[in-house]
C-alpha cells in the first residue's frame, strides 16, 4: 500500500498543480526554467556525488559498459541539460495560442484554443538526462509531471528533481508541478497505467519491454514511443554517389537510435553496381551484412538473411539487405516489416518520389535524405519529448505543441438552440 | 473461436483496404458516399422490413419504450440517413492537405501532410443510424472502418451495411472499406479491444458502461465520448432575461443528450431574484428541481440535493441547483464534479468572461451562450462521429478532420546527418 500511497499523494498533488499552472505567463514558466538550469550547474557536485552511487551500484550489478555510459553524469552532461532547459525557455510558448475562430450564422464566435494535457506520467529508463527534459518540456507546455525513471538512475534522478523542483518553486511554480516517485518497486507503474481520475496521459521511454508492458496494460491514455524498424530503398533512377551516403549515414551514423535504417532496399536494376563497394564500404566500417539470396549473388561474403531478419530493429552495426524487383515491391516490404517510424527512398525519377511519399504510411517519409533526420531539433521543434509511434494524437517527433491539447472557447450573446 | 476468427479476417480485410483507400481521389470517395446513399433510398423497404425484425424482437424482451424509438427506422429517417452521406460528401476532405511546409537550414524541405487513421473499429449500441453516420464519415476522411453494432440492431445493420458496402464497391471503394461484425457475442468486442496489429483506433459510442468497459479494457488506442455533467454558472452581473433563456435551454430543449445542464449555479447576488421565477418555469416544463440549502430557502419546494446529486448526469428533465458566494466557487464546484464536456457562464463582467473562458478546464467552454452547442453540425464541422471527452488526439465534436493523422513528408537532395 505505500507504494499506492505515494503514487496516488504525488499524482493529486499534480493535478492540483496542473490547474493553476495551466494559466501562469509564459514569462514566469521561462525565468524558473532559467533558474532551474542555473541551479541544477551550481549543483553539479551534489548531483554527480548521487550519480557515483548509482554508477557504483550498476557496475556491482554487472550493467554492460553502454548502459553505464548512458548512466554517467559528467560535468559536460550537467551543463548540456541545463543548456536544454535554456533552450526550452527560448522556444515560443503554445499555450493560450488561437489557431482558428471563426463566426457561425447564429452569430455565435467559436475558437479552438491550444491548452496543456494537464498531468503528464512520464515512465522511462535508464539516462537521468530524461528527468530534465521532461520536466522542461512539460513545464513550458503548463503541465505537471509525474516522473518514474528506472530504478538504475534513482540517486541521480533524486537529486536532480529535488533541485530542479525547488528552483521551479522559488520562480512562482506551483508546488508539486515537478515530482518523482521515489519508491523503485515495479508496482509504482502498475498504480500510474490505472490512475486515470488522476494523469491524462503516459508516455513510456526506454526499450520494446517497457513500452510493450505500458500499452498492454495501462487504461490511462498512451502515447506510444520507439520501435524503428526503417527502410531506405534506393530506386532504379537512384544517384547512386548519393544513395551510397545516405545509406552509410542512415546506418552507421549512430545506430543504436530509432531512426537509424535497418533493412536496404535495392531495385535489381542497380543492385550489380551499388552494391559491391557499398557493402564493402559498409563492411569495414564494422557493419555486419545480411542479404537476400540475390544480394548473396552479388556480394558473397554477405551471410543469408533470413525471415526474422526483416522484422527486427537491430539497433546495431547489422544490416539486412534485400534486391527488390520493383518500387512496388519495396512498398510492400516496408507495409509488411515496417514499424511506420520512418521509410527513404532515393531516386531522381519525379513520379516515383511522388508517389513513394504518397503510399507509404509512416511519422516521417524521406526522398533522398537520411532517415536519421527524424528528431525534434532536426525538424526545428528545438526539443522532443519522444517520438511517437502511434496515429493517435501525434506523429513522429513530439515537442511543446505536442504536450499540448485544445478546448473550444465560444462567444455568445445570448445564442439557445433552437 | 468463430468470432475471433470473424473479427480476425474482417480487420484484416479492412487492413488491406484501408491502404488503398489511404491515397483514393476525393472524386471516388464523393461519388461512392452519394451513391451509398441513393441505394439506401431505393432499398428503404428491404430495410424496413430487417428493423421490423429488430423492433418486434426488442418489444418481446421488454426493451423501454424510449429504446424502441431509437431503434425504429422510418421512411423519413432512412432519407436523413441518406441525406447525411450528402452532406459528408459535399464536406472538404481533409486527406492530403499540407498544413504547414518548412525549409530547414540544411535546405531540408519539411512539410506536415493530413493522412487517414487507418481502420478505425466502431463499438456503438442501439441507433442502427449510427452504422451510416460512421460508414460515411470513415470514408470520407479515407479510413476502413469495422462495425460493431448493438444486438439489438443486428437485423437492421446488416440490411444497411450491405446495402451501402456494395454500392461503395461499386463506384470503386475496396472491398472491405465497410464491415459489420455479425457475431453478437460479447466476445467480439473483447477481440476487437486487443487487436492492436490490425485497428488502429477505437471508438466507443454509447452508455457509461460501454464506455467504461472499452476504455478499462482496451490495449487499441481509444478515443472516448460521451459523459458530460455540464454547468450553468449565473453571475452577479448576469442579464438575468439572458440567463433564464439559457438555462431553460440548456435543460429542457434535448434533456437526454450528453451537452444538456445537469447542474445550474447561481451567484448569491441575484439568486433572490432570478430563482423563484426560472424554477415555477422550469418545474412548469416538467423539471424535477434539487436544491441546495440556501436553494430551498428562496425556494422552498425544491427537493433537498445530495452530494451524489453534484456527481449525477441525470440525462433527464432533473436539475440541481447550488447557490455560489463567488465565481471562485462556482469554478471550484465545475473542476470537482464536471466532466470536463461543456461549461457555461452568463455574465456582463468582461474580466470574469475573460477568466472563466481561461481557467475552465472543458472541451467547450461558453460565456453567455446554451451548453447545447457543443455539437459538429453547430460549429460548422457538418457532421460528428462523437464528442470527444478525453484530451489526447482531438476534444469536443470531432469530424472528418479529427478522423485523420498526419506524417511528415521531407523533400532532400542529398541531406545527411552530420
Chains 1, 2 share one sequence.
Not at 499506492?4 to 494559466?23: D, G, I, M, S, T
Not at 554508477?55 to 554517467?72: N, T, Y
Not at 508546488?175 to 523503485?184: C, F, W, Y
Not at 531478419?309 to 520493383?326: C, G, N, R
Request: charged share 25%; aromatic share 4%; hydrophobic share 45%.
Amino acid at each position: 500500500m505505500a507504494v499506492e500511497q505515494e503514487v496516488r499523494e504525488k499524482a493529486a498533488r499534480a493535478r492540483k498543480a496542473a490547474r493553476r499552472l495551466a494559466y501562469l505567463s509564459t514569462g514566469v514558466k521561462d525565468r524558473a526554467l532559467l533558474s532551474m538550469a542555473d541551479s541544477l550547474v551550481k549543483s553539479r557536485d551534489a548531483i554527480m556525488e548521487a550519480n557515483e552511487v548509482d554508477v557504483r551500484a550498476g557496475r556491482e550489478k554487472g550493467l554492460s559498459r553502454a548502459l553505464i555510459d548512458r548512466l554517467l553524469l559528467t560535468p559536460e552532461r550537467i551543463e548540456d541539460m541545463a543548456e536544454g532547459l535554456r533552450t526550452v525557455a527560448a522556444l515560443p510558448d503554445p499555450v493560450g495560442e488561437v489557431e482558428a475562430m471563426w463566426l457561425r450564422p447564429n452569430g455565435l464566435q467559436v475558437g479552438r484554443m491550444r491548452v496543456p494535457l494537464g498531468v503528464i506520467g512520464m515512465i522511462y529508463e535508464a539516462r537521468p538526462n530524461v528527468t530534465v527534459d521532461a520536466a522542461g518540456l512539460c513545464l513550458k507546455a503548463g503541465n505537471a509531471v509525474l516522473l518514474r525513471g528506472g530504478s538504475e538512475a534513482i540517486n541521480s534522478n533524486r537529486a536532480i528533481t529535488a533541485i530542479i523542483a525547488s528552483a521551479a518553486e522559488r520562480s512562482g511554480i506551483p508546488a508539486g508541478a515537478i515530482q518523482l516517485i521515489e519508491n523503485t518497486d515495479r508496482e509504482a507503474v502498475n498504480v500510474m497505467l490505472k490512475l486515470n481520475d488522476l494523469l491524462d496521459v503516459l508516455i513510456p521511454r526506454g526499450g520494446a519491454g517497457l513500452i510493450r508492458t505500458v500499452v498492454q496494460n495501462a487504461t490511462v491514455p498512451v502515447i506510444e514511443t520507439g520501435v524503428g524498424n526503417c527502410h531506405v530503398y534506393v530506386d532504379e533512377d537512384a544517384d547512386l554517389k548519393m544513395a551510397r551516403d545516405i545509406v552509410i549515414n542512415a546506418k552507421c551514423q549512430r545506430p543504436g537510435v530509432c531512426n537509424a535504417m535497418e533493412t536496404l532496399l535495392v531495385h535489381r536494376a542497380v543492385a550489380r553496381e551499388l552494391l559491391p563497394g557499398l557493402l564493402d564500404d559498409l563492411k569495414d566500417a564494422g557493419v555486419e551484412v545480411r542479404g537476400c539470396e540475390k544480394t548473396r549473388e552479388i556480394v558473397s561474403w554477405a551471410t543469408p538473411a533470413t525471415e526474422e531478419d526483416w522484422a527486427t530493429e537491430y539497433l546495431d552495426l547489422i544490416l539486412a539487405v534485400k534486391v527488390v524487383e520493383s518500387m512496388e515491391e519495396a512498398m510492400d516490404h516496408i507495409y509488411r516489416y515496417g514499424t511506420r517510424h520512418s521509410e527513404a527512398i532515393v531516386t531522381r525519377d519525379y513520379a516515383r518520389a511522388r508517389r513513394f511519399l504518397q503510399e507509404v504510411d509512416a511519422a516521417a517519409v524521406y526522398v533522398n535524405a537520411s532517415t536519421r533526420f527524424t528528431d525534434g531539433y532536426q525538424y526545428g521543434f528545438g526539443a522532443e519529448i519522444g517520438i511517437s509511434t502511434q496515429k493517435l494524437h501525434a506523429r513522429g517527433p513530439m515537442g511543446l505543441r505536442e504536450l499540448t491539447t485544445y478546448k473550444y472557447i465560444v462567444f455568445g450573446d445570448g445564442q439557445i438552440r433552437g
